[in-house]
Antibody, heavy 117, light 109 residues
Framework: EVQLVESGGGLVQPGGSLRLSCAAS????????MNWVRQAPGKGLEWVSY????????YYADSVNGRFTISRDNAKNSLYLQMNSLRAEDTAVYYC??????????WGQGTLVTVSS | QTVVTQEPSLTVSPGGAVTLTCASS?????????PSWFQQKPGQAPRALVY???NKHSWTPARFSGSLLGGKAALTLSGVQPEDEAEYYC?????????FGGGTKLTVL
């Protein structure tokens, strides 16, 4: 059974940093592209970042480019999102999602990040 | 800034049919945008329904189908069930980034 479990969310002050993790199981992580998608409270979905199966190619939404870094450790079956210079508008539930044919198929349950003083 | 537009809300009767659409501010949506569709119910994570325009996942009910219609991506529900009441999102690929539509709230009434 494919499972994606996010962790690392919490309350952080504006300007602070946080590192999200996504533990993958039930499939071989190294053969799949991965994404981070977020959803602000009461709002729609926003694509955040993509990483290729090898980790050689990364893409970012303009809203996070230069502040967030996606990475993966296939040996540890884990995906990461390093978030720096956090702003109030980064407050959201962050989902990791497995990629298939340039669209996510399996999604985790999400981890809440709250940026507030 | 690229904008993907969906109907904000639609209402359908149980057993009826409804088509949700997904338009791009850059012009006509083609298969090269790899349109995908997702369903989200309150308090739950999104669930993928369709990928690459019209391909269904193994868990996608047969009553859901994806297509291209009049320059837009489309998701058609036939024989709507009460449990289909949810928010539906489309996602388009622009070659190096993706953009979600704003979502369509589907009410089954």
């Amino acid at each position: 059974e494919v499972q994606l479990v996010e962790s690392g969310g919490g309350l952080v002050q504006p300007g602070g940093s946080l590192r999200l993790s996504c533990a993958a199981s039930g499939f071989t992580l190294s053969t799949y592209e991965m994404n981070w998608v977020r959803q602000a409270p009461g709002k729609g979905l926003e694509w955040v970042s993509y990483i290729s199966s090898s980790g050689n190619t990364m893409y970012y939404a303009d809203s996070v480019n230069g502040r967030f870094t996606i990475s993966r450790d296939n040996a540890k079956n884990s995906l990461y999102l390093q978030m720096n210079s956090l702003r109030a508008e980064d407050t959201a539930v962050y989902y990791c999602a497995r990629g298939r044919a340039l669209g996510p198929d399996y999604w985790g349950q999400g981890t809440l990040v709250t940026v507030s003083s | 800034q690229t904008v993907v537009t969906q109907e904000p809300s639609l209402t359908v009767s149980p057993g009826g049919a409804v088509t949700l659409t997904c338009a791009s501010s850059t012009g006509a949506v083609t298969s090269g945008f790899y349109p995908s569709w997702f369903q989200q119910k309150p308090g739950q994570a999104p669930r993928a329904l369709v990928y690459s325009t019209s391909n269904k996942h193994s868990w996608t009910p047969a009553r859901f189908s994806g297509s291209l219609l009049g320059g837009k991506a489309a998701l058609t529900l036939s024989g709507v069930q009460p449990e289909d009441e949810a928010e539906y999102y489309c996602l388009l690929y622009y070659g190096g980034y993706w953009v979600f539509g704003g979502g369509t709230k589907l009410t089954v009434l």
